[in-house]
């Protein structure tokens, strides 16, 4: 997903392998202007690898298609019709994005959508919609209907007087209009009398949504911001060596849960979801389908979670929370990317991010940072000198040698400089990597050329320059010099990207959210660029923790950090999930080994690691540990069962998919039938993985939704205990993991009124999750709520339990 789709990767390493070898190996020392002149010529308009793009492009078609708005609309309103009023809204957005602004039909879809937020008790959100559907031009003699669910909607946001003036207006529209007949008409004039008397009456509804609230008192945490570092907590400095290169260091000591850096990303690009099957079916046999994709979901700007998307004037694929949001993206980069969707897609996340960043730092400072390190190139020795570090101890001063990235001022900020000087490890990347990378970027800047967008980009910032529509003029062989640039600079972020690449998380809701139990599992909504989080070295076990809110990230000290030692951010590979050598494996892509004390640590000693011990298989006959390699032997010698590691992972596989099945069987609301085949899935996993198998957890886990569903709480506290003490050995007491399994139970205990057990759950999940999330997060304040409510419940309910 991050690289381009295996198709274009083949078809990259083809062409490089088809090279003369004198081309390949001028390429591969080529710096990387001069690799992309060469690749240039590469990617003619015509030459196979172009034909061969452009036919995957279509594949991932981005544009508007009137076919596929009437199927959306069609399979919203069947929706609508069963009341899935949350699958509905998001049908009728999808259906929105294929329409044309201003036609009918999608003022169609915003009405219909109105409808669904109505029930869904997203009152603010409807009236929006229904501005909406107005301003497109939603037809007059629908009018009616419309505006009296705007009238119901003031009703229950308890405006009315607004209320009372919007029922005039109708009434007025009604009579202006003459007078209705027909069974449809009826049914209207009688909801209008009966809004009629409640507005007379002043009667707002029982319970207005909960929505919108929240933001008031934001930052209450204690927060001294660092001279030199933009968005830093006072208590740590930027330090560099020639062994860590740029690190940052506590310089007090730090509390467990101070926040230590604030920072909104560079640049943000929403990812596509994980399977691409549903964007890149051919496109003859297309057929659409009612699965969401984080596209569907979340702003493509801002990350926010969407409600009544806004949708893109020009493709069917970016939806934004407001039109607000829509204007921005369009002017600051999307006017660019709008056409390109296919091949962004096509390409990649990490191209995608370095288009993006170039977009946002506009003409003039990119040539700007280029050209200085063509410069610095040159003359390597002299020019690096002039960035001085303030917290520098006097003696060093002088002789460290500057910090990559600092302004004149030595000061380090989120800015595009800090992007540019981020190392891009040229020489380290494989030469395949390499030319992909740059092969892709060519397809880019070709297209931009093609689709004349090239003046846009540049005018932007460089008026002075007068570039005209000159571009048309150039032979097609090579980009205009300032393409160039832009094209040298995209290839140095896909390859910083690789190291730096910081991906933002939210825990999801899953499900309708009709349950009492919210579900939540992280997912990567984003890949983006962090200059000042990326500063932080890794460690396989860190001592801080990051949490996003939208495009910013709040980084927390997980435990308490004493003045001098390195602040550690985790990249991936964590001491909880992986074994030192799968750890190793994967940190290979940031070129360093790891040697970081949870790595020393296990290479030293010969042990087993205690994942591979906790996530292994176990005997079918005596369910002793099984040990060895290709083939596995009962470690109880009487035993000596023996069996092929092949085998026992078939075994595994299979298990997992009868998991899925039943948490399908449980989103058909067959509650019953989920339960019984979850419990022969515990039984058969009993018989080959260890008690404390993470599988064995997520099926207690599992368990545990089912019984939420049905109301059982008792149950579903047993089985949400069993598997909290799995996820305990695993991600340890105080981990991330354990705060969000303990938040469950919390609601779960709530639900049931078991009041002393909650609130103690309570006090133990907001402790982790203050530390890991902060105090204003959402779930601290759903904590809160909750144990407000129980704690204002009358004596005698408490008494009795
Ligand atoms: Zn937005
Ligand atoms: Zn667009
Ligand atoms: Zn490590
Ligand atoms: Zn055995």
Known sequence: MALPVEEWRRCAARCRAALGPALRERLEAAPLGE??????????????????LQRLCRRASTGKEPAAARWYRQEGNRRFGRGCYGDAALLYSQAASHELPGSPEVSLCFANRSAALFHLGHFEVCLEDIA?????????????????RKVECLLCLGRVQDAADALAAVENKIAVDGIMTGPEHQTLLKKLNQLKLKVCEGESCPEPAREACGDAQRESEIWEENDSISG??????LKFNAEKGRHLVASQDILQGQSLLKEEAFVSVLCPEEEESRLLQDSSEMVWDAQVTNADLYCHRCLKQLLASVPCRGCSYAKYCSQNCADTAWEQYHRTECSLGGLLLTLGVFCHVALRTVLLAGFSEVSRLVEKSHNDDEDLPNTKARCKHPSEAPATRTGTRAIPGCNDNGQYQSSYRAVFNLLPHAEKHSPEHKFLCMLSVVAICRKLQEAGLEAAILNRESSEKGSGPKACEKTSDELSPELQIMAEAMLRHVLQLQCNAQAITVMQELGSGDGAVVNRKPVRLATAFFPVLSLLNHSCSPNISV?????????????????GQEIFHCYGPHRCRMKVAERQQLLSQYFFECRCQACLEELESDDKSVVSMRNSFCCPSCQALMQGEDVLCCSNEACAHSVSRESLSRHLRDLQRQIKQALELLRDSKADEA?????????????FLSPEHLLMGEMEDHLAQVYATLGKWQEAARHLERS??????????????????????????????????????????????????????????????????????????????
Do not use: W
């Not at 909406?132 to 009296?148: C, E, F, N, T």
């Not at 609601?747 to 890991?772: D, M």
């Open 724 to 801: 909290i003490q799995i996820v305990e050995t695993h991600h340890g007491p105080s981990s991330v993991e354990m705060g969000h399994e303990l938040f469950k139970l919390a609601q779960i205990l709530f639900n049931g009124f078991a009041v002393s057990e909650a609130l103690s759950t309570i006090q133990r999940a907001e402790k982790i999750l203050t530390v890991h999330c902060g105090p204003q997060s959402t779930q601290i304040r759903e904590l809160q709520e909750m144990k407000t409510c129980l704690l204002e419940l009358p004596r005698s309910i408490l008494q009795r339990t």
């Open 132 to 148: 909406r559907a107005q301003s497109h031009g939603y037809p007059d003699r629908l009018l009616p209907k419309v505006l009296l």
């Open 547 to 563: 949490s996003f809110s939208g495009t910013a990230a709040t980084v927390r000290a997980s435990q308490p950090i004493s003045s």
């Open 35 to 52: 690799a992309l002149r060469l690749g240039c010529g590469l990617l003619r308009p015509g030459a196979e690898e172009a034909v061969a």
């Open 232 to 237: 830093a907590s006072s208590s740590l400095s």
């Open 675 to 687: 339960i019984k085949m979850l419990l022969k899935c515990q039984m058969d996993a009993g018989n």
